[in-house]
């Protein structure tokens, strides 16, 4: 038993320790394409009840379900902080949608998101 213990352990440990080192990862961009940089439109203004969202979609040629995105307030504000957390995704070719969720009510406050996709 001891072993499985040392085993379930050590695999909570790899795991963890990939996710740090993927979190800490920053994506590259380039001339050649690597990725998409880009702004969204403001959202955010309304009153939002717990678990509700406020989203916008962003046009972006040659984006594909399945990459990766990541979405930040483009004046640095730590929303999560305030209790709505920006998340986008790529939901169709060439089409992602930027959400913020709220994990309070509150009414957030309505900016524009750097946005960037890659593979």
């Known amino acids: 038993m001891r072993w499985k213990l040392l085993l379930l352990v050590t ?3 790899a795991v963890t320790a990939i996710g740090i080192i ?3 990862a920053q994506p590259q961009y380039n001339a ?3 990725g998409w940089s880009l702004t969204s439109s403001a959202i955010g203004g309304g ?3 717990v678990g509700a969202s406020a989203s916008t979609t962003i046009t972006a040629q ?3 379900p399945g990459m990766h995105c990541e979405a930040n307030p483009t004046d640095g504000t730590n929303m999560p902080a305030l209790g709505a957390i920006p998340l986008c995704t790529v ?3 060439n089409t992602i949608t930027l959400n913020l969720m709220t994990v309070v009510a509150l009414t957030p406050p309505s900016k524009t998101y750097s946005v960037r996709v890659w593979q």
């Open 47 to 49: 009153l939002l009840t």
């Open 32 to 34: 050649m394409g690597q």
């Open 22 to 24: 993927a979190t800490r």
């Open 62 to 64: 040659g984006v594909q």
């Open 11 to 13: 695999m909570i440990s």
């Open 91 to 93: 939901t169709a070719t």
